[in-house]
């Protein structure tokens, strides 16, 4: 049997030492983000004990985090195959225009919440049949997109803001927005969706085409991946994420406005940055977007309860967001040395 | 081999195709030289107004090696594309063991057996080596889910056996970032012969290669033609193709301008042939006197 290489020299303690090198450099990510979330969490509870050791605080991150959270999931993947969707804020607010269309129309909640969805998967279509058919980039395709999302959902609605009291009581509220042993819903969604984002990305035919994609596209269309297809349900993914974050957000509010999930874009990014996510794609960590989601939405609270102005809030986040991007760049190319 | 899956027992198979062994046909091997494996009829191809193939045909025998030379953008590329699916032809006709096939994609070629190598071009660098060999075809349980249990076994096994890595340092999760130039070829290598491809297209297979990781190269490919499988290498260094290939095509400009049977033409021959198409785009045949314009010319 030919072999096509040298054998490399045998195992010695250097290859012991490069071993630990590379576990700590793959996991670097996860554990370099674990350690911040923790650090600024002690931080936060040390000057902030009378805020931080009690259960309300927590409640509250429960339930406004999977907001932008959920929509970083979807990101994640769609980051990892090398598109991205500046889009889904405004979707969060089109899916609602259909929910109050047919929730007025039959009185039925759920009917309503599931046109809701299926609206955000059409707006996710049109994103990635125009992004592979047309060859344009995502970023500047869905900078129009979100545009145009944003303009049909107030032309539809005329400008108008609507109550949603109806779905109290309702079970699409309950499922959404109710508590489970005294967990907010949007948690419980938050973490069971994160499970199924990893189980996508690492242990299904979907996320491994997605890695190959991002990571050398020309390589995927050699060795026959479906590139086309996979990019189109990865933005129908997101689409359908941020649908049902908009209608977590109103369905906990009751109310829906057409400006709804504004504010939402720049965070949701940063969680997924911050989480280890390459911006180039083919690399990128669920844990990461999990963990980075409660870092970004945890702050602005915490800077409050700490007694400082909450002007401060955005230079914090600078200074985090920063640091975190700065040392996922240095480990990533430490381990391509 | 002791720690191959169990629990798969059709992949031990497949496993330990990278051992050309288990590649030999149970049938004897003149049978399959008789048979055209894969042939192409007046296929023709151009982008944007330029032709980059024009009425190609090209005839590959099982058990035989062929070797696809020619200058840059003499259509080499091109025409490999179309016979693993990434390009479609404008016309012409594809046949693969005799049927006729329409719409070729990468997917159906594979499907079909024809594998490509195309060097580091077609691996992802950041993923593991698991991923680069199951790139596009990954072992699947149900409903998608990757059997990833599978796929690291697999590669462990072949990493060990085929492609000689024994290092503790390069596991199946190693990304390809870690290995050197003759380590990624031997991993497009691997990665075509296991999923036991009757055809084999090697494109400048020895790029960037030492001498002796070439030398390891060439001898893979007698490999290929000794277990009775077939291959197209490409190649710009005819010194490379000359000693691995039974036919030589030659390649101008789109068009199919000679073929070569290896042991009729030597090496000078060739190259001089060679010299003379890249200069005035037609040669003088040694062998016969006539001029190309009465040479069959097709290598069907």
């Given at each position: ?13 250097a ?85 109050v ?10 009917l ?28 500047v ?15 539809l ?19 959404l927005?109710?508590r ?27 996320g491994?085409?997605a ?14 991946i ?22 977590m ?26 989480g ?27 800077i409050v ?33 | ?6 629990a ?11 051992e050309?062994?288990a ?95 195309y ?24 409903g ?13 096994a ?35 012969l296991h ?10 297979p ?8 070439t030398?390891?190269c060439?001898?893979f ?58 200069a ?10 006539r ?7 097709g290598?069907?």
């Open positions: 049997m030919t072999t096509l290489v040298h054998e490399r020299p045998p195992a010695t303690t290859v012991a030492r490069r071993n630990v090198r590379r576990f700590v450099t793959t996991w670097s990510s996860q554990l370099g983000i674990t350690a911040a979330f923790v650090i600024v969490w002690l931080v936060f509870t040390v000057l902030a004990p009378e805020t931080f050791l009690h259960s309300r605080i927590y409640v509250s991150y429960a339930q406004t985090v999977p907001y932008f959270g959920l929509t970083a999931l979807a990101l994640t993947m769609l980051i990892i195959a090398g598109d991205i969707d500046l889009s889904f804020p405004a979707v969060f607010a089109l899916g609602l225009v259909g929910y269309g047919v929730e007025h129309a039959t009185g039925n909640v759920t309503g919440l599931l046109t809701a969805l299926a609206i955000g998967a059409l707006a996710g279509l049109v994103n990635g049949v125009f992004v592979t058919l047309f060859g344009i980039p995502a970023l395709l869905t900078i129009g997109t979100q545009f145009l999302y944003r303009g049909l959902t107030l032309v609605v005329n400008g108008q803001s609507y109550t949603l009291t109806e779905t109290d009581g309702t079970i699409a509220g309950k499922v927005v109710g489970l042993l005294g967990v907010p819903m949007q948690f419980v969604w938050f973490a069971v969706l994160a499970i199924v984002t990893w189980i996508l990305l690492y242990r299904h035919r979907l491994h085409n890695h190959v994609i991002g990571d050398n596209r020309q390589a995927a269309a050699l060795m026959g479906p590139i086309t297809r996979t990019r189109i349900v990865l933005f129908v993914l997101t689409g359908v994420a941020a649908a049902l974050a908009g209608a957000n109103s369905f906990a509010v009751f109310n829906f406005y057409p400006g709804q999930g504004d504010g939402y874009l720049l965070p949701a990014l940063a969680a997924v940055f911050v280890g996510t390459s911006v180039f794609g083919g690399r990128g960590t669920v844990w990461g977007t999990f963990i980075g989601a409660f870092l970004i939405g945890g702050i602005e609270a915490g309860a700490v007694g400082l102005k909450e002007f401060y809030s955005q230079l914090i986040y600078g200074a985090i967001i920063t640091a975190a991007i700065t040392i996922h760049a240095v480990l990533q190319r430490r381990l391509a040395h | 081999m002791a720690n191959m899956d169990r798969h027992p059709g992949r031990i198979e497949q496993g330990m195709a990278g050309l062994h590649l030999r046909p149970s049938h004897p091997q003149e049978d399959q030289e008789r048979q055209a494996v894969l042939e192409l009829r007046h296929v023709t191809k151009s982008f944007a107004g330029v032709h980059a193939l024009r009425d190609v045909s090209v005839t590959l025998h099982g058990a035989e090696v062929i070797g696809l030379v020619g200058d840059n953008g003499a259509g080499k590329s091109t025409l490999i594309k179309i016979i693993t699916g990434y390009h479609q032809p404008d016309s012409g006709e594809i046949y693969i063991r005799g049927r006729r096939i329409h719409e070729l994609t990468v997917q159906k070629a594979r499907a079909l057996g024809i594998e490509a190598v060097q580091e071009r077609a691996l992802a660098e950041q993923q593991s080596l698991w991923r680069n060999v199951f790139m596009g075809r990954p072992m699947t349980r149900f998608g889910l990757l059997d990833v249990g599978a796929m690291r076994r697999t590669t462990a072949l990493m060990r056996e085929s492609m000689g890595f024994t290092s503790a340092m390069l596991t199946p999760d190693t990304p390809v970032t870690g290995l050197s130039g003759g380590e990624r070829q031997g991993l497009a290598i691997i990665r075509a999923f036991q491809a009757d055809v084999i297209i090697l494109d400048e020895t790029m960037g290669l030492s001498l002796s990781e030398e390891k060439l001898t490919v007698r490999e290929i033609r000794d277990a009775g499988k077939s291959a197209i290498f490409i190649d710009h260094n005819i010194f490379h193709v000359y000693s691995v290939a039974d036919r030589i095509v030659l390649l101008d400009r789109g068009r199919i301008v000679g073929d070569f049977p290896t042991a009729r033409y030597s090496l000078e021959e060739l190259t001089a042939i060679m010299r003379e198409v890249a005035t785009g037609h040669f003088r045949d040694p062998r016969d006197g001029d190309e314009d009465e040479h069959d010319g290598a069907a």
